[in-house]
């Protein structure tokens, strides 16, 4: 038996086990994750985020990211947050402005005097095999055949793959009706991030998230800057953006094609653990 010393954090409670690899010795397969993630007979987590040294000279330190689901994904706006405020508060580095590697880039999170952390999540792509998403040609909105329902969804790769819908209203029963359909749609190959989009003004929204291996969460970062992102595109959002979610709000603003998404928001701990594996 082992044990593995955890820090439970929270952005906007999209809720992480973050487990500091620097200075222990982690091994974590698929089912150790599943079990960890259970909240019931584990810690319960949306993602698991594990810290590292990086060997790219200039690059602070690297990040990995796995769904309660156990699998590892390319990019999480929450969790970069989160890893942020960890390093810094568990004295691993003392730079407020960190470059930091993923699955999928370096993005760059930088400490806020307010305590909020602001990310630099790099520029979104939208070419459909960069989701990856089937499609014959590119286009701003696709035509998505969800169990014999059409919806027009907006592609975007923040590293992670996100289908975005816009509708009247987030509380209508969307979510529940088409996000597990569209996450595990057959034109998403690596399977998706399902977001609901309702535009409030130019600049606010209201969004929710069916995540891809962790079901819906009370809020997913990348998922605000994917909403966003695909807002300004389709010509409803200006270029700086409140996102309400059910967890709380942050701020995206984007300038446009080819330039990175910033994204404003808080990331607090909650308290600290020992598991036994
Ligand atoms: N909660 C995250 C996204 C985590 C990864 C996602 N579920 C995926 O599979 O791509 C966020 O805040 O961005």
Same mark, same amino acid.
């Given at each position: !038996?082992?044990?593995?010393? $955890? ?8 809720? $992480? ?43 602070? $330190? ?35 402005? *960190? ?21 630099? !999540? ?8 960069? *989701? ?20 027009? *969804?907006?592609v =975007? ?32 190959p690596?399977?998706?991030? /399902?977001?609901? !989009? ?14 891809r291996?962790a ?16 807002? *300004? ?17 942050l701020?995206?603003?984007? /300038? ?6 910033? !994204?404003t928001?808080?990331?607090?701990? =909650? $308290? ?6």
């Open positions: !038996m082992s044990s593995l010393r $955890f820090t439970k954090m929270q952005g906007l409670g999209n809720d $992480f086990v973050v487990v500091d690899g620097v200075r222990q010795q982690v091994a974590l397969d698929a089912a150790t994750l599943r079990r960890l993630g259970d909240r019931h007979f584990g810690v319960g987590f949306d993602q698991l985020l594990l810290v590292e040294t990086s060997s790219t000279p200039g690059i602070d $330190f690297r990040y990995r990211i796995f769904n309660a689901d156990g699998s590892e994904v390319e990019q999480c706006g929450n969790g970069a947050r989160c890893f942020a405020r960890f390093v810094v508060d568990q004295g691993l580095t003392d730079k407020t402005e *960190i470059a930091v590697e993923t699955a999928r880039g370096v993005i760059y999170p930088r400490l806020e005097a307010g305590g909020d952390v602001t990310v630099d !999540m790099g520029a979104p792509r939208f070419i459909p095999a960069d *989701i990856p998403f089937v499609a014959e040609a590119d286009a701003v909105v696709h035509q998505l055949d969800v169990g014999g329902e059409t919806v027009g *969804i907006t =975007v790769s923040m590293g992670n793959p996100h289908a975005v819908q816009v509708v009247s209203d987030v509380n209508n029963g969307a979510v529940e009706r088409f996000g597990a359909a569209i996450e595990n749609h057959p034109r998403f690596a399977r998706v991030n /399902a977001g609901f !989009m309702q535009v409030l003004a130019r600049d606010e929204i209201a969004l929710r998230v069916h995540e291996g079901g819906e969460t009370l809020a997913c970062g990348t998922g605000a800057c994917a909403a966003v992102v695909a807002g *300004i595109r389709r010509g409803l959002l200006d270029a700086t953006v409140r996102v309400h979610t059910r967890g709380g709000g701020s995206i603003s984007w /300038a446009g094609e080819g330039r990175p998404v910033l !994204m928001g808080p990331a607090v701990t =909650v $308290f600290d653990g020992v598991i036994t594996l």
